[in-house]
């Protein structure tokens, strides 16, 4: 019998990891391989040595620890999440994760019962794209998605290659080869991670059982239109680049809305406005445009119908619309046989559950190309995430874990 | 007789000053009081001896070119414009009124003719709000608009005051009450610019006889939504800064269309929004609102019904929309008689001229408040400005010089 998670145990190590944060008193921010997230990566070393976890890394600081099971020849288990943020986030956002899956292999442990596979609380790296501007670099490798030679060309913001600051950091390339994992390596895959929706904390549900995880279509945009005096020219005259982006924001907007049977988000997120002036009309915009959806088609339909308005919208004010394809992910389904499992224990702890999909992007998308997968959610408050308002109350993680826990032990001893 | 003003003398001017330039190859930027600015101030201060003027600066940067009349009894009677940009601007924007003010007194000065009053030359300080987000600093401050109290508070983007940059450069606190000009101490004022629209280039006309000069009323809008992740926050649940800000441009845009009877702009110039990344719903956005008309009521009626589109836009939405009024100045109506004296020149000359209000803001707003004030205009190839891309031949400005020179003659010798 396995005991309880522990709720003060869960809230001390998610508050000391969010001690690591290099923008305190404006929300956490953990950018890949700064100062912040190395100490953070160090921390949470320590803490599964003291769990008696093997700790090992792989060659794109995808960090591992291991419980050992009794037969190593079966592929093993494993659940976790991430621990670098976007900027000016919360202390819960892919931490949760890691936590709730350190405490399911300590209760696992400590309840002494025997199992088969190796169980693992993997931390994958980056899974924002805070600092490459590509998120889940670490899933994504081992899915055999980004190789090394990829990571000649992925720079951040100052122009240093990915490939350049993992060997300043000693990671071997040579080694890069086997971080991808193939199809039979990995017998499943768990992980937990807040909702960052409001359907739980409307419904008052603690857990969500996620049947299918939405991709993003991104697109980077750039508008040229005719900079010019913002009195000089009478509105007839204009070119406006940054009115085309607004109509171009309200049209994606409109038709997210308008597909919301099958649940399509259009987002622009990121907007730059040239030259920027209140006196001068704009005659450049670059943006972004993340569109998600569980269902290929349902993307397919709006991005087709986007692009229909943009050659209008280019047309009537006379600007030029690009849309360059940065991303163009395929969703994920979650296994069945996970799902069962979890929603048997949550069952079984007398804990209430519902369906969910998940709208953002977790790198179990990646995971789940080589491994059976499945996530389970815990409550955001108010739905709000990527933000310092960002809130899970510790009790309802306790809970997740707890289920984690008793579907990771179940998994641990499947044969097939 | 005057002689015809000189084509090549203007461009190698114009060459010249176009030298003094922050930003080669990206258009021209001479911010003021920066090294560019002033070489450009050094410049004209030695053209300016060249031809025999008397130079002087006032305590705000206010730079004269004086040629005497007879009898300085009389109130002086001054042309002039700038020589600050905006960022990544033309050549011509303020520059043509300089060189075509000091080849208007060149060509007087040659004609041995005699005239009464003294004429000027004027640069006024800072016309372009760049530095200090404020426009037309110099001819402000002859208006008594901006006293020395207010430079202690108007600062640049690094936090210095106007007051301290002027004290660092050396100008004399204790002049500054003389910079302010009473109605009498000028008889009349008359600006040469370039048009920055595409009516005269449309039209093929080379001068503009301007009627009046609209005024910005401007704002500092900010937009509280919510941030939260791109795609975990259903459309439904959003309140997203950006579309709010996107929906309150093209409401704005739309007023001012559908008013276009009384010549209304409406321009959102300067956007940022927060956080600005790919994955992340803005949670806010600052952006300027410049509403512009030669008609104080038809301005009113866009401002009142931006208003309470702006409380639509908020209770739909859920967000919070702030506007701060930053700039509302009154249009000004240019003075009859000169106006008179510009149109017999232009027929005397042979010269085609049409009637024209001013969308931009120009020097000549604050001087009308104390002296009788016109303005020329010249053509701006397709109406661009702002922009590396405006142009304006030089043989216009020129045609507009000689339209200058003999109107500043005329006044030059009237009684009153």
Redesign the interface.
Known sequence: MLQKANVTRIRAWLEKINTFNSTPGAGTTRVLFTKEELASRAYIKEEMNKLGLEVSEDAIGNLFGVLRGKNRKFAPVWTGSHIDT???AGMF?GMAGIVSGMEALRLIKESGIVFKRDLAVVVYTSE???RF?L?CLGSRAMAGELTLEDTRSIRDEEGNSLYEVLGTLGYDYKEFAAVKREKGDVYAAVELHI????HLDKEGIPIGIVKGI?A?T?YEVTING????????????RH?A??A???L??VL?KL??ES?GT???????????L?????????EVHM?I?I?SIDVESKKMVLNKLFTEKERIESERGVIISLDLENDDIPLKCDENIIRILKNNCENLGITYMDLI????HDSLFVGRFAKTAMLFVP?KN?????K?EWTDFEDIALGTDVLAHTLLELANKDN
Request: glycine letters at 12%.
């Open positions: 976007v900027l000016n956002d924002e794209p805070t501007g998120s909702e960052q929706n409001l939405c993003p991104i005719c900079q010019s005096h913002a009195g000089g020219t009478s509105m007839g005259d406006d940054f009115t982006a607004s109509e924001t309200l907007e997210a809305r919301k649940y399509v988000t259009g987002t622009v997120g990121k907007v730059n406005v030259p920027n002036a209140v006196n001068v009309i704009p005659g972004s993340d998600r998940s709208g953002p992007y955001s739905g709000i995430s990527h933000s308002e």
